[in-house]
């Protein structure tokens, strides 16, 4: 039997693309597969960087993929530099940097339906 899907994921957020609606520390609670409109944060990937996960706002639908903002116009690492990205989920919750996050027992003892980690962003159930 094949592997089931990936529903939710724990993401860490690492940098300050996205202040002031996220930090760098923070976690983020994406679902995949989730409907996306603009305006939406979401975990994604550039086409030119297909091994970096980033955490961007939506801001149109392009080419078959979307182009993504960050919050924070000085630190860019959008778009306007790496042209449209695919989406892999919207994120639906934060919890800020330093507060440990307390999951339901079945999860945290792994149940096996969580990725590793990414390179711009680390999935916080590894730690």
């Known amino acids: 039997m094949g592997r089931m899907p990936i529903a939710w994921q724990l993401v860490r957020v690492a940098g300050p693309s996205m202040v002031p609606t996220l930090y760098d520390g923070d976690v983020v609670l994406v679902r995949h597969?989730?409907?996306?409109?603009?305006?939406?944060?979401?975990?994604?990937?550039?086409?030119?960087?297909?091994?970096?996960?980033?955490?961007?706002?939506?801001?149109?639908?392009?080419?078959?993929?979307?182009?993504l903002g960050s919050d924070n116009d000085a630190a860019g690492g959008d778009s306007r530099s790496h042209g449209p990205a695919d989406v892999l989920g919207r994120v639906l919750l934060r919890w800020p940097g330093g507060r440990r996050i307390r999951l339901p027992r079945r999860v945290r003892r792994g149940s096996g339906h969580l990725p590793g980690r990414g390179s711009a962003v680390t999935d916080s159930t590894n730690r």
Do not use: I, M, Q, Y
């Open 33 to 67: 597969g989730a409907r996306v409109r603009g305006g939406d944060v979401v975990l994604a990937r550039f086409r030119t960087l297909p091994d970096r996960f980033v955490v961007k706002r939506t801001v149109r639908p392009e080419s078959g993929g979307w182009l």
